[in-house]
């Protein structure tokens, strides 16, 4: 009967451990940025129609006549327009890889060291990450919301103003 290979065992399974979750951390560090670029993507083009849709009802409001009409949906573009903007504001934001320095700091005796810092690095990261993606997330929908609620507020608007009954 032939020997099968069954990989580092023992000691040497924590080392390959360490290696593996290293690389783990670094894809869903990766895939964690193409989320983030995605959801800023998104967010661009709601903003670009919300900016639009504001600046309609701002030339709206400008006659008297059509002020009262235009609040409700100029304060859900607004609100739109606010989310879409902590979206794409500056953040804190972590990507794989570690400088030259970082390295340095840390208290490394051994490639095990090593891979499981780097391993227990990128966990902490990826946590991180998770809580903006998450606070964005929130953002997004609400931007969205209102983005759709902008004509439904005007047209509720102008039926209560002009006397259509439904």
């Not at 560090?29 to 670029?37: D, F, I, R, Y």
């Not at 030339?59 to 902590?86: E, F, G, M, N, Y």
């Not at 964005?136 to 609400?142: E, K, Q, T």
Request: with cysteine; proline share 2%; net charge negative.
């Amino acid at each position: 009967m032939a020997n099968i290979e069954v990989g580092a065992a023992d000691d040497e399974l924590r080392l390959c451990l360490a290696v593996e979750a290293a690389r783990q951390g670094e894809l869903r560090l990766a895939g964690q940025q193409a989320n983030l670029q995605a959801a800023e993507t998104r967010a661009t083009s709601v903003l670009s129609w919300a900016v639009t849709g504001l600046t309609a009802m701002a030339v709206l409001a400008l006659d008297q006549q059509h002020r009262t009409l235009v609040v409700p949906s100029a304060v859900c573009l607004a609100t739109c327009t606010a989310a879409c903007i902590s979206v794409l504001w500056p953040k804190e934001w972590h990507t794989t890889g570690y400088t030259r320095a970082d390295l340095a700091k840390w208290k490394i005796e051994s490639e095990l060291d090593l891979r499981e810092s780097l391993a227990s690095g990128y966990e902490t990261c990826t946590a991180e990450n998770k809580v903006e993606m998450d606070r964005i997330a929130r953002m997004m929908m609400i931007a969205w919301m209102s983005l759709a609620l902008a004509p439904i507020a005007g047209i509720i608007m102008v039926m209560a103003f002009s006397g259509v009954r439904v």
